[in-house]
């Protein structure tokens, strides 16, 4: 944004002086000097761009338009890329603490993206820059690519289609900037853990119409679980062009090459956590590592039509393949020390293509400014998965473990516990959307979406195909008054649809999960503006949940429902000049409503009632402490159910504290350090089953070089 100011102020004040000195010495007043115009230069936040500190003040995750956060009536937490390079963290689940009601949940041997709960309801639903990338096991996001993590909180289905009605996590990435510069960001820690990351920028030409970033970083990870090593390499190019005062091009791309040694965490014979090291390790070692690749590839094209009208056309691929051994537990003896395992062979590839079309524009009717936004996407999603399993033996005992005994055999064909299945999805979908803005104060937003989704799944060990076609209409409506320019109070409510993969005893596919739900909340403008807060109310429930065929359990129906009902809290600014802060609270109360086998109100595994975090990082200015930073971060876990179907077995709760100080050394060199989990605290992150407990890490410390280029 550039302002032109002329100075009345500096101009009248200069001439106030002028006459004051003619008069004092008896002089005759000189002619008052015109000053210059003075230009200030400052860019805007955009919803796609980077956020200065904490704060940030626009997004379109809740709308695919670049709106305030403050005109969205709906709950939408936003952490920065600051938050994760304060904590000096190369993963997004240390910002996903800081967005309240976020829980971690299953994380497949550390392999790939983690799934996690929000509001209580676990989803596996991540988008990128509005792109799905969840289909197939892709690998955990990368942070040397992220400008901002975002949290959508309730359904999304009005927008982004098939998800769970707790929320939706959209990623953005980095894009080109007009400066140019190179970074150069190295780090160690213990276990002997080292991360090197490069992040390019650079004008392509003079006009600073095409510009180029790259980010790579490159990982070698041992770790403190026994045995559990892996390395990884990333690499992200992007490209963008203005082709002409109304036409833009962006080409985004992404390769990850990760090997990493499947690890399910620790046991809890009879609920008991505290029985075995937190580093023991209960595969095999000669396994070796299972490859996880991955390539990503997605363009968009937006041409202004006229003023009001924009057009967007964008495209997305992506495909992988996963393959390796691992020997994974199953089950404790009735002996409590002996588990038994199987041996399993992965492999899987899949690819994924998106294609959408949007109009956004606005119109003026009635004395109404509507925000329009008509979009069409469709899907072909295809995957192969193979997975060899053996049937499980006793082959380690937990408290004295011996490797290397003989594998068992494969347990294949009709009958047998490996399974071969080809999947293919075609999705297509139709949404509108109405921003509208009802006068100074008051804020509107509906929308609504179809969905026509066709599934094929082929079992290749029993020659059987299942098909499904399922058809939704998913709305959405929400209100924002703004009470005064500091207060603001909104509602809405939303529908969410999910398809269930799989058909029951009788052949027949299962009825897609169905999701509602309600928020009520504030938003708070703080302090001049220098702290913004959200605190929102929400009640969710979803239909249609997998349960056990009560006349053959090896068979599910789609008659469960689960609710969750709760409070949450977020907030991110500064507190004066030097210190930044961001923090969340959530109080959430989820548990099953209805089930062929689960009691009714068992709690939903990995979620606890209570969970809280809070961060600040304080900035010395002048003196000999100049260019240092101290900051501290803490993070409560309540307790939380380890197994939906085991209501005696629960992981404790914990509160881990880190520690952080950043020194700029000059203009281009920093040096940092991160202490994390200072007092050294045994806690879990989270499990699958009493035979599937991670651990969090031990306490630990970072170093950390940055030097711009």
């Not at 404790?332 to 399993?344: F, Q, V």
């Not at 009470?483 to 005893?505: E, H, I, Y």
Request: glycine letters at 10%; charged letters at 25%; proline letters at 5%.
């Amino acid at each position: 944004m550039t302002q032109r100011n002329d100075t009345p102020a500096l101009l009248m004040t200069g001439m106030l002086l002028g006459l004051l000195s003619g008069t004092a010495f008896g002089q005759t007043p000189p002619e008052p000097t015109v000053l210059e115009a003075l230009a200030i230069e400052a860019d805007p936040e955009s919803a796609s761009g980077p956020v200065q500190g904490y704060r940030a003040r626009r997004s379109a995750s809740a709308t695919k338009t670049d709106t305030a956060l403050e005109e969205i009536p709906q709950s939408v937490s936003v952490v920065p890329a600051q938050v994760l390079e304060d904590l000096d963290s190369p993963r997004i689940e240390r910002a996903l603490d800081f967005a309240g009601g976020v829980a971690r949940q299953n994380d497949f041997g550390g392999l790939t993206l983690y799934e996690y709960s929000v509001r209580g309801l676990t989803t596996a639903e991540f988008y990128k820059d509005g792109f799905s990338v969840n289909r197939g096991y892709m690998n955990s996001p990368d942070a040397a690519n992220l400008e901002r993590v975002e949290v959508l909180k309730g359904p999304a289905s009005s927008l982004y289609g098939r998800g769970d009605p707790g929320g939706t996590i959209n990623l953005v990435s980095k894009r080109p900037q007009r400066d140019r510069f190179a970074r150069l960001d190295l780090g160690a820690g213990r276990w002997d853990r080292y991360r090197s990351t490069l992040d390019l920028n650079t004008p392509l030409d003079e006009a600073e119409d095409m510009l180029l970033r790259m980010n790579l970083a490159v990982e070698d990870n041992q770790n403190f679980r026994d045995y559990r090593s892996g390395e990884r390499q990333f690499f992200a190019p992007a490209f963008s062009w203005d082709i002409d005062p109304d036409t833009r091009l962006l080409v985004q791309a992404e390769v990850i090459r990760n090997r990493q040694v499947f690890d399910r965490g620790v046991v809890a014979p009879e609920g008991r956590l505290s029985r075995v090291s937190r580093s023991a390790f209960f595969g095999e070692p000669d396994d070796g590592k299972i490859r996880n690749n991955n390539e990503t590839l997605q363009a968009e094209l937006e041409r202004d039509l006229n003023p009001n009208w924009t057009l967007r056309l964008a495209g997305h691929y992506k495909q992988g393949r996963m393959n390796g051994y691992a020997t994974e537990a199953s089950s404790l003896a009735a002996d409590g020390r002996t588990l038994n395992r199987d041996y399993r062979y992965r492999d899987f590839d899949w690819q994924d293509a998106i294609t959408q079309l949007e109009l956004r524009g606005r119109v003026l009717a009635a004395g109404i400014e509507h925000n329009l936004l008509i979009g069409t996407e469709y899907e072909r999603y295809a995957k192969d998965e193979r997975l060899l399993r053996s049937r499980p033996t006793a082959t380690l005992d937990i408290y004295a473990p011996v490797y290397g005994k003989p594998r068992p055999p494969f347990s294949t064909g009709v009958g047998g516990r490996s399974t071969h299945t080809n999947e293919l999805v075609h999705s297509r979908s139709l949404n509108l959307q109405d921003q509208m803005r009802l006068g100074e104060r008051l804020f509107a937003l509906v929308g609504a979406r179809y969905d026509h989704y066709e599934q094929r799944l082929d079992n290749e060990v029993r020659g059987s195909r299942a098909r499904q076609t399922q058809e939704e209409v998913t709305p959405r409506i929400g209100l924002l008054y703004q009470l005064t320019p500091k207060v603001g109070v909104f509602a809405n409510a939303a529908r969410s649809f999910k398809p269930n993969g799989g058909a029951d005893a009788a052949g027949n596919p299962f009825e897609p999960e169905e999701g509602v739900g309600y928020e009520a909340g504030v938003k708070l403008d703080l302090l001049d503006g220098n702290l913004g807060m959200t605190l929102a109310a929400f009640h969710l429930t979803k239909e249609n949940v997998l349960t056990a065929d009560p006349n053959d359990p090896s068979y599910q129906m789609a008659t469960g429902e689960v609710r969750s009902r709760g409070v949450d809290l977020q907030f991110s600014g500064r507190l004066g000049d030097a210190l930044r802060v961001i923090g969340a609270y959530a109080y959430v109360d989820a548990e099953v409503t209805e089930d062929n086998t689960l009691d009714t109100g068992s709690r939903l595994r990995n979620v606890p009632r209570h969970s809280g975090s809070l961060m600040g990082v304080y900035e010395l200015h002048g003196g000999l402490l100049d260019g240092l930073e101290l900051g501290g971060a803490l993070n409560y876990v309540g307790e939380r159910s380890g197994n939906t179907e085991d209501s005696g077995f629960e992981l404790p709760s914990y509160t881990t504290v880190d520690l952080l100080a950043r020194y700029r050394a000059s203009d281009r060199l920093s040096l940092g350090l991160n202490l994390n989990n200072v007092f050294d605290r045994t806690y879990y992150e989270r499990s699958y089953s009493n035979v599937w407990v991670m651990p969090g890490d031990p306490r630990n410390l970072n170093l950390s070089l940055s030097w711009n280029l």
